[in-house]
Structures are given as C-alpha cells and as structure tokens.
C-alpha cells in the first residue's frame, strides 16, 4: 500500500512523501538538478555563516589587541584571520632523509636527459614567482606551517619541474650539487608527519631553494587577507586559530615590519 503523496518543490508533481524526505524532489532530472542547486546554496550559507561566526569568536578574543593598535596607531586595524598548527618536532630519521635524496636523485636522472639549452621557459622561477607582499609574512609565521604538513607524501614537492627550474637558474648546476644542497638543509629535528624540511623555525630550506609551489601556495584565508590588506594599507592584526580558539596573535605595521604579541 502506497503512502500519502507531497508535492514536487521544483514542478509541483505528486511524490510519495517518503522520497521527499530522502531526496527532496520527483527524481525528474531537471528537478534533480534544482535540488542540486539548492543542496549547493544551503551549504554555502551555512558555510559562511559558519566563517563569520569563527570570525566574531577571533574578534572576540583578540578585542584587547586591537584596541591597543587602534590607540597606538590612531586608526582600527584590519583583522585577518589565518589557520594553526603546532607541528610536533621529531628527531631526523635518516632513513627518511635517505629516501628524500634517493628520490630527488631519480628526478635528477629524468631532469638531466634535457640539455640545458633546451629546457623550456615555463621553469623560470623568476618570471613566474612575483614578490609576496608583506602580509604574507606575519600570516604564515603565525599560522606555524599548515600546508606544510602535505610535504610529508610528497617529497616536498620537489618534481622534475624543480630540478629543471634550479638548471635554468644557474646553468652548470650538477646533479651531485643538488643533493649537496638538500642535504646541507636538513633540519635536526622536523615536523611528524609533515615535510622533512618544516624544523623548529620553520622551513629549514631558504626560499630559493624550496620547491616553487611553497613560494606561490596561498590558503583561501591567506588570499582573503591579502586582499583586504591591499584595499586598507595601515596596521594589521593576524589571528592564528584553530579548534581550540586563538593561538598566535601578530601585529604588523604600514611599514611591513611586525612582531607577535600576547594574544
């Protein structure tokens, strides 16, 4: 025996109320995509309603510091908010710092089948990785590294790409110079579960020698905050959070120079 029937919400057509419950529509594929669109919508907002509320718990607990900003600087600083992680240092594993090599080693057997002259532009580091502004700074150091920990299964993100962009930088660079070079980097104690190069102050290795997508990279936060930044050039306050609330508080100047500060 059937139960009693609702009504589609996308073309109003009869639907037994049970499928209503579960799939919201007549199961018509136009009415599927509608639902579709809906389900899409909702999630938005409560994504965003969501983010303003993780906004107004940040602006809540740094209240104090933007007030003494606010007083120092005679104007109400922006406030971004960017995401934490205390990476959990661990002695070296050579094994692990073996593999690292081994593996920049068979990109170096690839890399090196290219003449120099004939590796393509598109590896040119200094044409395609523009000139961080000064935000980014205070942001990522109070963020302790998030992205990074996506170094841990992929090498660092070092590729052939790599390898090919460090030869057009400096031709005549060799194979045994590369993994000199990664070796000399290696922190002593490195984040668990993370890259091998994220050490007590950081990534150990200097930026010209990172993989390009570490020198690019930006988090939706991080864009966020660069942007508003751009639009409102005076002092700044980054707030690095996570589950537990407000964990390292920045405070960065006209000038781009910045410290962190008592939350």
């Not at 594929?29 to 919508?41: D, T």
């Not at 007030?67 to 960017?82: F, K, Q």
């Not at 290219?114 to 990785?129: C, L, T």
Request: hydrophobic share 45%.
């Amino acid at each position: 025996m059937n139960g009693p029937d609702g009504a589609c919400p996308h073309c109003g057509a009869a639907v037994p109320v049970h499928r209503l419950a579960v799939a919201g529509h007549c199961g018509a594929p136009l009415c599927a995509a509608a639902q579709g669109r809906v389900v899409a919508e909702r999630a938005t907002e409560q994504n965003r309603a969501g983010a303003e509320a993780a906004r107004a718990r940040v602006a809540a607990a740094v209240a104090p510091v933007m007030r003494r900003v606010e007083d120092a600087a005679g104007e109400v600083p922006l406030l971004g908010a960017v995401p934490h992680r205390v990476p959990v240092l661990v002695p070296a594993e050579e094994g692990r710092r073996a593999a690292f090599l081994a593996h920049v080693a068979r990109l170096c057997d690839a890399a090196f089948e290219v003449a120099e002259e004939e590796i393509a532009p598109v590896y040119d580091r200094a044409a395609h990785e523009p000139e961080e502004p000064d935000a980014v700074g205070p942001a990522c150091a109070s963020c302790r590294g998030r992205c990074c920990i996506r170094g841990y299964g992929q090498n660092a993100f070092v590729k052939v790409g790599t390898i090919q962009a460090f030869r057009r930088a400096e031709p005549g660079l060799t194979k045994e110079a590369l993994l000199a070079r990664y070796a000399a980097h290696f922190p002593e104690e490195s984040s668990a579960g993370g890259c091998i190069f994220q050490g007590p102050m950081g990534c150990s290795l200097p930026r010209g020698y990172r993989a390009g997508i570490c020198n690019t990279f930006h988090c939706e936060l991080l864009d966020a905050l660069i942007e508003e930044a751009a639009e409102a050039p005076g002092p700044v306050v980054v707030a690095a959070a996570d589950e537990a609330g407000v964990q390292v508080v920045s405070v960065m100047v006209p000038d781009g120079s910045w410290e962190e500060v008592e939350p």
